[in-house]
């Protein structure tokens, strides 16, 4: 894995991740990660397609990326310039969009921002609508700082918080714990994001954009969406509405599976690996 910064154009400076062979033919995805987490959750997914190219990034305020002393330059709509700045310094001419949560709907956005190096998107638990409440309990999770004193008092945290993840072994959660937590200076775990991170989103400007415009703008291109089945975000009827409104959309939903869908579920690889290779 290469591991670079890129200076957004406030002079922000975001960590990418890039990993694979440059030179390998197929499209490269750009990963693009959920509201509070990090390029390390594509790490088992460019373990698992190399040698295709899979570059993904920290969001500012996450991971090493810098942080903000104003909460607005958090807005969600602020990032999808700074993915765009991270595509072109990566060279990343044409590539397949895979989007989860927050990163979906900047997949969206790219299909305004940059639709000539769109080649397909991979929507992860993620639509032009979401279930209130989730949100609701995702924005109040995501707000709060948790310190905890080892890893296994990280796991449980997140194993009460987010209980529904198809991790089944104690060595998948104790992966999700380190790519989630992060050593403090104080010597306890904290989460590896600003929890300023969720103001603009109670603020409640971002959350009132509508998003279906987002998401037509999608239908010239080749769509999977998946679903996880106990999803708190997405929801059956908007994935249905999702598909009618993008007939040749392709859409798999993983039983028994929370937000969000790790892309490592065996039931999804063969779907995942079938779409990127026809690309």
């Not at 992060?182 to 929890?195: K, T, V």
Request: proline share 7%; aromatic share 8%; hydrophobic share 45%.
């Amino acid at each position: 894995m290469r591991e670079l910064f890129v200076s957004n154009r406030v002079g922000r400076r975001i960590h990418v991740s890039d990993w694979g062979d440059p030179l390998d033919p197929r499209t490269p995805v750009l990963g693009l990660p959920g509201y509070a987490r990090s390029a390390r959750d594509f790490g088992h997914v460019a373990a698992r397609l190399t040698p295709r190219r899979v570059v993904s990034l920290d969001y500012r305020g996450r991971g090493r990326s810098d942080y903000e002393a104003d909460w607005r330059a958090y807005d969600p709509r602020t990032l999808v310039d700074d993915v765009r700045q991270v595509a072109v310094a990566t060279g990343l001419h044409r590539f397949v969009a895979i989007g989860t949560s927050l990163g979906g709907i900047l997949a969206m956005a790219l299909a305004v921002a940059m639709p000539a190096s769109l080649a397909g998107v991979v929507l992860n638990d993620v639509g032009p609508a979401a279930v209130s409440g989730g949100a609701d309990y995702l924005i109040d999770y995501m707000g709060r700082d948790r310190p905890q004193p080892d890893w296994p008092g990280a796991v449980a945290e997140l194993q009460r918080n987010i209980p529904n993840l198809s991790l089944r072994t104690d060595e998948e959660w104790l992966a999700f714990a380190r790519n989630t937590f992060r050593r403090g200076e104080d010597g306890l775990l904290h989460i590896d994001w600003d929890p300023a991170i969720v103001k603009p989103l109670q603020a409640g400007a971002a959350r009132a954009t509508d998003l279906w415009p987002l998401f037509k703008a999608l239908r010239p291109y080749p769509v999977l969406a998946i679903r996880g089945g106990l999803s708190m975000l997405l929801s059956a009827e908007t994935f249905d509405a999702m598909a009618a409104a993008h007939p040749r959309m392709r859409r798999v939903t993983l039983d028994g599976v929370g937000h969000a869908p790790t892309l490592d579920e065996p039931m999804l690889c063969e779907t995942l690996d079938d779409f990127l290779d026809c690309l």
